[in-house]
C-alpha cells in the first residue's frame, strides 16, 4: 500500500464517517442527555460492530453475506425495525428533566449494545466494508495486511465522528435548556431515526 493510497483513503472515509447517520443520530442524543463520556464509551459498541465487518471483509464472506438474499432481508428487517423502536423510545422519552450525568435507569453496557445492534443491523454498513474499502487494497500485496491498516484507520476516523457528534450533542443540551425546545430535539431526532428505519425497509440490494 502506498502513501498515496493513504491519503486517498483518509479523507474518502471521514466522509463517510461524519455522515449524519444513525449511529451518529444516537451518539448524539445520548450525549444530549448523559454527557459527552457516557456517549464516546457507549460507541464501543459500534466500534466492535465494525470490527466484526471488516475481519468478513478481509476473509471474503461479507461478499457472501450481501449477496445473499435472505441474509440481507434478515438483516434489513432487524436492522429496520430495531431503528424504529429507537425513534419511538426517542420520541417519547421523559423531557422533564435536564438528565445530567446520570444513565437514568440505562447502564454503559445497555448504550453500547443499542450502538452495536444499530451498526451490526444496517445492510448499508456491509456495503462499505465490502465496496469501498477493497477499492484501496492492492490484490498483488498483502491483502490481510493492508485490510489491518484500512480497518484501523476507519476505527480511528469513526472514533473522531463518535467524539464529534458527542460535543455537538452537548452542546445542543444548554442551547435547548427548556422541556419544550428538549422534547423538539428528541423528536426531530427520532422522525430521522424513523425515517431511516422506514428507508432500510424499503431498500434493494444495488
Known sequence: MTL?????FIP????????????????????KRYGIKVAC?????????FVGMIT???TGLATLLYTSEK???????????????????????DTSDSGGQALGGKSLLQLARQEFLLAAGNPKAIL???????????????VAGQFLVLGVLFLMLEWVAIAGYAFFGKALRYWFSRPAMRRLFNRVCAGLMGSA????????RE
Open 56 to 58: 468478513l471483509a478481509a
Open 41 to 49: 464509551y457507549a460507541g464501543i459498541g459500534r466500534l466492535v460492530a
Open 71 to 93: 441474509l440481507f432481508l434478515a438483516i434489513k428487517l432487524v436492522g429496520g425495525l430495531y431503528l424504529i423502536w429507537l425513534a419511538f423510545q426517542l420520541w417519547t422519552a
Open 4 to 8: 498515496m493510497t493513504v491519503l486517498l
Open 128 to 142: 462499505i466494508f465490502t465496496a469501498f474499502l477493497p477499492q484501496f487494497v492492492d490484490p498483488a500485496g498483502h
Open 12 to 31: 474518502a472515509c471521514f466522509a463517510l464517517n461524519m455522515a449524519p447517520g444513525p449511529n451518529n443520530l444516537l451518539s448524539m442524543a445520548n450525549a
Open 197 to 204: 428505519g422506514v428507508g432500510l425497509l424499503l431498500a434493494r
